[in-house]
């Protein structure tokens, strides 16, 4: 199968591969695309840098969650771009540039499930695979006004996955109406679960307070609709420290795994990388023993209290995103500090606690997309896609 029409620089020309699935099943007649970091029996996986793809040759097998989509009836499309290693938010490449973000062609996408969140939202596939560590698909989901979840930890099989950080690395996947990510979820679930709908709205007080006074007042309808539709809210204080702590913890134990996956292949094969992920690569590599030991404790202790914090029948609101899409080629210290680690503030949450999240399209900023976020219990992976499939209606 040829490479799909590709207006948005979404897929990959270097790693094309495209499979016909099933001639039946429930996801029959669809079209869905990969990201660069899933394996493809007998094709090289790119990972987002041309010296990985020298270095590396052709998988031994097809990834599992891949796999599990053909077999019900799904076509992969091809495979799309992701920001080098994986270690980015933006989705400009600097080997393979910047896939398109339809909603806002001069901003950036989102990563690094770029090239999946840019595919689905300019309609070329029904729906699209990404990986979600830091934020890899609920970020790009809210700058491209898509819908987009992260499942529970350990939830889809991650084999035939590219390792990142295997404390917090799922697999997730985009979709631009709630009837079709649940769709795709079934499948990937491997099972049709009728869960319980959730009684009570918890609201994130400090995380709403991190973001700008017009981020919050572009939120407040759709948490309003939220509220309407659940019938009940209460308020709380997720960090009884801050936010901002938190993320510290998460990004020492993020590093500290990259680095041992990849430092290795890094050291010896003296990859170029782009803005950002050079540093990050570097500061990687420094990360001490011991500040690796301190920060898995203290992650026990936030895993508790994210376990304690929500009951079976309540979910958590939060803003996807401190704010809309960056403009491409914003300077990288403002990158760094006023979107990555403002963004990482927010999207911790549900990787330290291993939470379901899905970003929902419910609101604009200055007419770009802003997404609202609801996390669930582990293992609520299906009451929160019902309850998308309710609000989006």
Same mark, same amino acid.
């Given at each position: ?35 660069? *970091?899933?394996?493809?029996? /007998? ?24 796999? !599990? ?8 499309? /091809? ?5 080098? #290693? ?36 300019? /309609? ?24 987009? *979840?992260? %499942? ?9 996955? #590219? ?44 995380? @709403? ?23 009940? !809210? ?31 292949? *890094? ?50 609101? #939060? ?19 006023? @979107? ?23 609101? !604009?900023?200055?007419?770009? %997309? ?24």
């Amino acid at each position: 199968m040829t490479l799909p029409d590709d207006s948005c620089g979404a897929f990959c020309r270097d790693t094309h591969v495209a499979l016909e699935g099933a001639t039946d099943g429930p996801l029959a007649g669809l079209r869905f695309a990969a990201k660069d *970091i899933f394996d493809i029996e /007998g094709h090289r996986t790119g990972f987002g840098n041309p010296t990985w793809l020298e270095t590396h040759g052709p998988a031994a097998a097809t990834a599992s969650a891949v796999q !599990t989509l053909l077999d019900a009836g799904a076509d992969l499309a /091809g495979k799309t771009l992701t920001d080098e #290693l994986a270690y980015s938010l933006t989705g400009e490449n600097l080997h393979y540039g910047t896939p398109l973000n339809p909603a806002a062609p001069d901003r950036v996408p989102g990563g690094s499930s770029s090239g999946s969140a840019s595919a689905v939202a300019a /309609g070329l596939v029904d729906f699209a695979l990404g990986t979600d560590c830091g934020g890899s698909v609920r970020l790009p989901a809210s700058y491209c006004g898509i819908l987009g *979840i992260r %499942p529970t930890l350990g939830r889809i099989p991650m084999d035939g996955v #590219l390792p990142f950080s295997a404390t917090f690395d799922v697999i997730g996947w985009f979709a631009r109406d709630p009837g079709r990510l649940a769709s795709v979820g079934r499948v990937l679930f491997g099972e049709a679960e009728n869960p319980d709908p959730p009684r009570r709205l918890v609201i994130a007080d400090d995380a @709403f307070a991190l973001v700008d006074e017009k981020v919050r007042d572009a939120l407040q309808p759709a948490v309003e609709r939220a509220v309407e539709g659940l019938g009940a !809210t209460r308020r709380v204080q997720v960090s009884p420290t801050s936010l901002p702590d938190w993320f510290g913890n998460f990004r020492i134990i993020q590093a500290s795994e990259i680095w041992a996956n990849h430092g290795a292949w *890094i050291t010896a094969a003296k990859p170029e990388f782009g803005r950002g992920i050079r540093e990050r690569m570097d500061w990687a590599s420094g990360v001490e023993p011991d500040e690796v030991r301190r920060a898995r404790r203290r992650h026990a202790e936030i895993r508790a209290r994210l376990d304690d914090l929500l009951a079976e029948d309540e979910v958590l609101c #939060l803003p996807s995103s401190p704010r809309a899409a960056p403009l491409k080629n914003t300077p990288t210290d403002d990158l760094e500090v006023r @979107f990555r680690q403002q963004a990482m503030c927010l999207l911790c949450i549900s990787g330290l606690g291993g939470l379901p999240q899905a970003s929902l399209p419910l609101a !604009t900023l200055d007419g770009l %997309p802003l997404g609202l976020s609801l996390i669930a219990r582990r293992g609520a992976d299906a009451m929160l896609l019902s309850l998308a499939a309710e609000l989006m209606d």
